[in-house]
Structure formats: structure tokens, C-alpha cells
């Protein structure tokens, strides 16, 4: 009876044991040297030791999805490993048309950008069913590549392009940059490195592409999570962090990085949680609402409410409007819908025309990410006014 009960009760104990939260990194591939993947967990702090994996050749680009690392090599290789480090295959992938500069991964695919033959290619996860020239959109030889639920992202020397993963024309977003190197996107933005030493960013839904920070440094290789946007500067041996909107500016964020080309960030550092009879609660809740307008008509300005179900980021953008992102880390989960407001102030063409007609119309989107969770964009537009006597 005895043994019964303390079986029972390490059961019970093992079940009710938070599940170690695995830690997020930023990750790098080094195009100089003997070529390795570096990474540094989210406080700066690198990996001990210099190049976390050797990668058998100098690198171009790395992804990161919930069980490997990717990268690529001028060699004309893709390599992968376990997060733990083990694994490693620095020939995963023998590519047959050339090397690639840039690699994406979803939940089916690798994809990655042909330096060589400016084509973009794909194979399964599993590294099967190559597919080298799986798109030929003729723009240019790739330099960074990236993926969303329903389109692709790619850099070239001379522009920044977009196509659907279901086939379709080519879109271009960008020619005003050159030599561009990286490209990353969110829920909201896409972002890119110029070769003449800045990220720029751009509205997934179409606007004028917007230098947001200056990066000296040769920048090589874009990533972003829910908060930051990070980059390599190969010629300084760093990768570099903002927040998403260019502010706050950190240079030299990690180190340890040697010529690196390509950066990718992993999101895996949820809080523990508890098993519930060994099961994981669902994922937290991205549905919030859009509540009142205050109006500041002596200044042209609003603010909007926006309700959360819980902690993360809201993002407020638009074509007509200053775009500012919130963070609030202090909400509590499954404790309802809590308001919180957002500035609304209006771009300068925009304040113009508020100035000369006294009112304009504001499109906005609306995106909220919540820690741990997938983001979600709400639609609305607001009728700015402005009577600075009234």
C-alpha cells in the first residue's frame, strides 16, 4: 500500500512539472573564415566558445523552425542540425544549379535563393523532392529570401520582390535600394538591408519603402520576431537590434560573428507552463477588439482603443499615419478584454492636408501578437479632424 501511494505521488509530481521552456536564440552564419553558425541567446549573451556548429564552408544564409537550423553555403550546399547542436549534416542539400544566398523555411518546405542562377528553389523538410528551379522570376540573383502563410520574399542586387507560394506573377516591392542583402517579414512590415548601409522597411499591403535605421556596417542578413529587428554587419563582426520601428538602436547586440551573412531568430522562449494530466493548454487567445476613437482636433491627433485578451504587442499602421507599436507585458491572461490606447498621429502629407481641409481620411491596420502566440490584423479607418481655434 505504501509503495502504492509513493508511485502515485511521483506520477502526480512528474505531471505537474512546468515544461522546460526552451530558450530563443539569434543565429548567424559566418561568410568569412572556415565558414561556422553562431547564435546568442536574447540578452546578447553568445554561445561560449566561438562558432556554435561548423558549417564546412563560409555561409549565406539561415533559417530556424521548432527542430533544426538551416543554412547555406557557397559551396552549393544547404546544411542542417538539431537546436541542441547535434546532427549536424553540413550536406543536407546538394544543390544542382549553384550556390544560394538566403534560405526560408515553413511547415513544408525549404526554400532559398539562387545566387547563381537567380532562380528560387525548394525541397520537402525532410531534404527530398528538390525542386532548383521551382521559380524563375528573372529579377536578379538572390541575396536573402524569406516566407509567409502565402507568399514569398527575396532580395536581389537591385530590388526587393514577392510571389505567391501558389504560383502567379512577380510583385516588385522595392528598386529604389541597391545591393540589398537580407530580407525578413511580419505580420505587419517587410524589411530589408541596402547595400548602402540601411534597413528599410515597407507595408506588406503596398506603400513607400522607409529607411528606419542607419547601419553602417555593411549589413548582411535581416530577421524579426514579435519586438525587434535584427541584422548582421559583416563588416564589423556583430549583429546589430532595434525595435521593430527603428528606435533603440543597439550596435553591437551580440558578437563573436565572423563576416556574418544571414541572421534568423527563433520565438521558443514561452514561459513554463504547467501540465494539466499531461496535456498543454491551448495556445493563448489573439482575439481583441477595436474600441472607441478620442479625437484631439487642436492637433490633428487621435487616439485609439484597442481591448487585449492578454500580454503581448499591438501594432497600429497605415499609408496616412505615423506607424507605433505597443508592448504591454503587464496584462493578464483569461482576465478579459483590457483597453489600451494608441496614438494616432498623421504622416506629414497627411498633417498637410488636414491643415488645408480641416479633415482626412486614415486607414488603418491593426495587428496584436500575444506572447507565445500567432498575430492577428483587424481593418478599420478613422476621420481625422483638425480645427486648431475650435
Known amino acids: 500500500m505504501r509503495r502504492t501511494i509513493l508511485t502515485s505521488l511521483i506520477l502526480l509530481a512528474l505531471l505537474l512539472v512546468p515544461v522546460v521552456s526552451a530558450r530563443a536564440y539569434v543565429y548567424w552564419s559566418d561568410g568569412g573564415g572556415d565558414g561556422s553558425i553562431g547564435r546568442a541567446d536574447l540578452s546578447g549573451a553568445p554561445v561560449p566558445g566561438g562558432g556554435w556548429i561548423d558549417s564546412e564552408g563560409e555561409g549565406c544564409g539561415v533559417a530556424v523552425d521548432a527542430s533544426h537550423v538551416y543554412w547555406t553555403t557557397r559551396a552549393g550546399t544547404i546544411g542542417r542540425a538539431g537546436l541542441d547542436g547535434s546532427g549536424v549534416d553540413p ?164 558578437e563573436g560573428a565572423t563576416n556574418p551573412c544571414g541572421v534568423a531568430v527563433d520565438s521558443l522562449a514561452a514561459a513554463a507552463t504547467p501540465k494539466s494530466n499531461g496535456v498543454l493548454p491551448p495556445p493563448p487567445s489573439n482575439v481583441f477588439r477595436l474600441g472607441q476613437v478620442r479625437k484631439n482636433k487642436k492637433r490633428g491627433t487621435a487616439r485609439l482603443e484597442v481591448l487585449l485578451p492578454g500580454p503581448g504587442t499591438v501594432t497600429l499602421a497605415g499609408r496616412r499615419v505615423r506607424e507605433r507599436s505597443v508592448v504591454r507585458e503587464d496584462l493578464a491572461a483569461g482576465a478579459g478584454l483590457t483597453p489600451v490606447e494608441i496614438p494616432v498621429r498623421p504622416r506629414r502629407k497627411t498633417r498637410t492636408a488636414l491643415k488645408t481641409f480641416g479633415i482626412a481620411i486614415a486607414p488603418l491596420s491593426v495587428t496584436y501578437q500575444p506572447v507565445g502566440g500567432a498575430p492577428r490584423t483587424r481593418y478599420t479607418r478613422i476621420w481625422l479632424r483638425f480645427y486648431p481655434s475650435g
Request: charged share 15%.
Open 91 to 254: 550536406d543536407f542539400i546538394v544543390l544542382p544549379s549553384g550556390w544560394a544566398c538566403g534560405v526560408a523555411v515553413d511547415a513544408d518546405h525549404l526554400y532559398w535563393a539562387s545566387n547563381s542562377s537567380g532562380k528560387l528553389g525548394r525541397a520537402a523538410l525532410d531534404g527530398s523532392s528538390v525542386e532548383a528551379g521551382w521559380m524563375s522570376p528573372g529579377v536578379g540573383h538572390g541575396c536573402g529570401i524569406d516566407v509567409n502563410s502565402s507568399h514569398l520574399f527575396w532580395a536581389t542586387a537591385s530590388g526587393v520582390y514577392s510571389a505567391p507560394l501558389a504560383g502567379g506573377p512577380t510583385t516588385t516591392i522595392s528598386t529604389a535600394t541597391s545591393d540589398n542583402c537580407g530580407v525578413a517579414v511580419n505580420a505587419v512590415h517587410i524589411y530589408w538591408a541596402t547595400g548602402d548601409g540601411y534597413i528599410e522597411r515597407d507595408l506588406l499591403g503596398g506603400g513607400p519603402p522607409t529607411p528606419i535605421v542607419k547601419a553602417p556596417q555593411s549589413p548582411c542578413g535581416v530577421a524579426v520576431d514579435s519586438r525587434y529587428v535584427y541584422w548582421g554587419n559583416s563588416a564589423s563582426d556583430s549583429v546589430s537590434r532595434s525595435n521593430l520601428d527603428g528606435s533603440g538602436v543597439v550596435r553591437r547586440f551580440a
